[in-house]
């Protein structure tokens, strides 16, 4: 009798399944609920991997529901690859469609920034340009330059108050959300990946930026998003979120 | 097989080591102890940059490093993941450890990454295919790898050799080291019923590069025999520092690491443990 690993992975991830035969005690007796040691540490260690990359929606849903939802979710989608830093990236669309949590409309979207900050956490390093730099261009150059931006950078945006949902849960007395939709960068001026609101335009400024346009390009995009879009505003939060790391013409 | 005259040996001080958090750096910064030199996942260390490359770069300027892989799933039926590998290199070839080791278990199939270290069985077949892993290994990383014995709660019908012997051989046909647990070792022979000592006396010690130690959970069997769960998650038990002291008095000291991955106590308690690892090592050098 062998058991090949076909046989014992589908075992492994499905607690109704038969256990393989051909497993013993190494006294002679079938293994029997030795074999539940391995189906107990996959989701076991899988769910604790989940709890570290998503503590604000395990807050949101709760201890005992999110076991049930991680439990779903590593059926569902096993990680990829033995980093399990990425592991989780299919929470959001997870969870728009798992049943139980599909009625709070914005756990996806919380999630999405939940995994934008751990990409920035992990993301490449760079020295950010010093606001003398900035200051030193005339409007004129300023106007016709383009930028490139930390690789720890990340936006989200949402119709929902994610970055007030996400703050009142890991922040001590941060204010309650009030419904309203929220764009949020995420920066890592030290080591810390910091999320931040934008203001309206903020998104629209920062994508275009993302993708080669200069800084007047990326304006008159913000602009018309947003008749209220204030450049210095978001210029200053990018500069002190280290985000601005080459500026060039 | 690697030529014994290319590779960079494991040079790993025979004092204790740990396996690094990051909640203690600052402390093992300011007050070490008796831990000479530090251990990783490598998995953990593969991101881009930020705060676990920093504190790496920092730290492998004062303590000898070594790198244990936890997800190349060497015993694995398919081949081995080569992107993974070339993580394992750039890893290797930036920090320049002093040790590289991996287990003797698979955590792959079917492209899911199960997380867990699972048994294989001891063939002719297997053995074959993990000589040729290791041998995969040991050219992409540049370097002589060291293999650890894994921790057992059962074993396969269809296993012909011994775990012992199967290390062996591994061993001899690809030229890796060994990496001997300890902890897994007193587990496995609890778990199957069998005899810690001769296991230790079977083991080709002079292979031997590093020494793990780490806590294990107690369990039962279906049928109430003891299951000891490799956790660690807890202090060392006592019957595993008797058997390190076996080793140790057999083998002479070796590098010996701490492994407490769960619940991970305040520095001082993980000092400690390192601090009794640092007494038996002594005693072999008396």
Redesign the interface.
């Known amino acids: 009798m062998t058991v090949d690993q076909t046989t014992f992975r589908k075992a492994l991830l499905d607690p109704d399944a038969a256990r393989p035969d051909g497993l013993n005690d190494g006294r002679g007796q079938p293994a029997g609920r030795r074999f539940d040691v391995y189906r107990n540490n996959v989701a076991v260690s899988l769910t604790e991997a989940l709890e570290v990359g998503f503590p604000v929606i395990r807050k949101l849903v709760g201890q005992d529901n999110f076991k049930l939802l991680a439990s779903a979710y590593l059926r569902l989608h096993p990680p990829r690859s033995p980093l399990m830093m990425h592991f989780g990236a299919d929470m959001p669309s997870f969870l728009a469609e798992f049943e139980p949590a599909r009625q709070i409309g914005y756990l996806p979207d919380v999630a999405r920034l939940e995994l934008a900050i751990r990409e920035s956490y992990h993301a490449a390093d760079a020295e950010p340009i010093s606001p003398a730099e900035l200051e030193a261009l005339s409007p004129e150059a300023l106007t016709g330059a383009s930028v490139r931006l930390a690789p720890s950078l990340r936006l989200v945006r949402s119709p929902w108050p994610i970055f007030s949902i996400w703050r009142f849960n890991v922040e001590e007395g941060a204010q309650s959300p009030k419904m309203a939709a929220e764009d949020v960068f995420v920066s890592r001026p030290n080591l810390d990946p910091v999320p931040r609101p934008l203001p309206s335009g903020g998104a629209e400024f920062i994508t275009a930026l993302l993708t080669g346009a200069t800084f007047g390009d990326a304006m008159d995009k913000a602009s018309e998003a947003s008749r209220n879009f204030d450049l210095p505003v978001v210029l200053t939060l990018l500069v002190e979120m280290k985000t601005l790391i080459e500026i060039g013409g | 097989m690697l030529d014994a005259t290319t590779h960079r040996f494991a040079c790993l001080p025979d004092a204790p080591g740990v396996g690094y958090k990051p909640q203690h750096f600052t402390e093992i910064v300011n007050d070490a102890g008796p831990v000479a030199w530090l251990e990783i996942h490598a998995?953990?260390y593969?991101?881009?940059?930020?705060?676990?490359?920093?504190q790496l770069r920092h730290l492998s300027e004062r303590f000898a490093f070594s790198v244990h892989g936890?997800?190349?799933?060497i015993g694995?039926?398919?081949p081995l993941?080569s992107e993974?590998l070339a993580?394992l290199r750039h890893l290797v070839g930036w920090l320049d450890p002093a040790s590289f080791s991996e287990h003797l278990a698979?955590?792959?199939?079917?492209?899911?990454?199960?997380?867990?270290l699972?048994?294989l069985?001891y063939t002719e077949a297997s053995l074959a295919r993990v000589a040729e892993h290791v041998d995969e290994v040991q050219e992409v990383v540049g370097r002589r790898m060291l293999l650890e014995n894994p921790s057992?709660?059962?074993?396969?019908?269809?296993s012909t050799l011994a775990e012992t012997e199967f290390l062996r051989e591994i061993a001899k046909r690809t030229g890796c080291g060994l990496l001997l647990d300890v902890n897994n070792v007193f587990v496995s022979a609890t778990?199957?019923?069998?005899d810690p000592v001769s296991y230790i006396d079977a083991f080709p010690l002079e292979l031997v590069g590093e020494i793990h130690l780490g806590g294990h959970d107690d369990?039962e069997?279906?049928?109430g025999?003891p299951?000891l769960?490799d956790n660690h998650g807890r202090e060392v038990a006592d019957p595993v520092w008797s058997l390190f002291e076996y080793t140790i008095s057999q083998s002479g000291p070796k590098p010996s690491l701490i492994e407490w991955d769960n619940d991970v106590p305040e520095w001082p308690v993980l000092k400690a443990e390192a601090s009794r690892a640092a007494s038996v090592l002594e005693t072999a050098n008396a």
């Open positions: 998995e953990n593969m991101g881009d940059g930020g705060r676990p490359i920093a936890v997800g190349l799933s694995g039926e398919g993941d993974h993580r698979w955590s792959t199939h079917d492209s899911a990454f199960l997380n867990d699972l048994p069985p057992s709660y059962l074993t396969f019908e269809e778990n199957l019923g069998t369990d069997d279906d049928h025999a299951l769960i």
